[in-house]
Nanobody, 113 residues
Framework: QVQLVESGGGLVQPGGSLRLSCAASGIRFGAAAMAWYRQGPGQQREVVARITQTGNTNYIDSVKGRFTISRDNSKDTVYLQMNSLKPEDTAVYYC???????WGQGTQVTVSS
């Protein structure tokens, strides 16, 4: 059974930082390309960042230079380090195994003063 469990969300002030984690089980994590998506209030779900099996990354323009996706294959975990957070980053963040139907349950990130 595949499980993706996100953690690390919360309430943070503008300019602050959060680190999201997604622990995977039931998959060959080292062979999986991973992604973080987000869905803001009243918005469609959008991809935020991707990381390949070999560690190559890409980001949407709005988070470039602020967010960093990484993976630790020894822990079957993918991370999203989010710095310089803005109110428009407020969303539910989801972990996703690229090319599958496997999603995490989501973790809420709220950026507000």
């Amino acid at each position: 059974q595949v499980q993706l469990v996100e953690s690390g969300g919360g309430l943070v002030q503008p300019g602050g930082s959060l680190r999201l984690s997604c622990a995977a089980s039931g998959i060959r994590f080292g062979a999986a390309a991973m992604a973080w998506y987000r869905q803001g209030p009243g918005q469609q779900r959008e991809v935020v960042a991707r990381i390949t099996q070999t560690g190559n990354t890409n980001y949407i323009d709005s988070v470039k230079g602020r967010f960093t996706i990484s993976r630790d294959n020894s822990k079957d975990t993918v991370y999203l380090q989010m710095n310089s957070l803005k109110p428009e980053d407020t969303a539910v963040y989801y972990c996703y195994v690229i090319g599958t139907s496997w999603w995490g349950q989501g973790t809420q990130v709220t950026v507000s003063s």
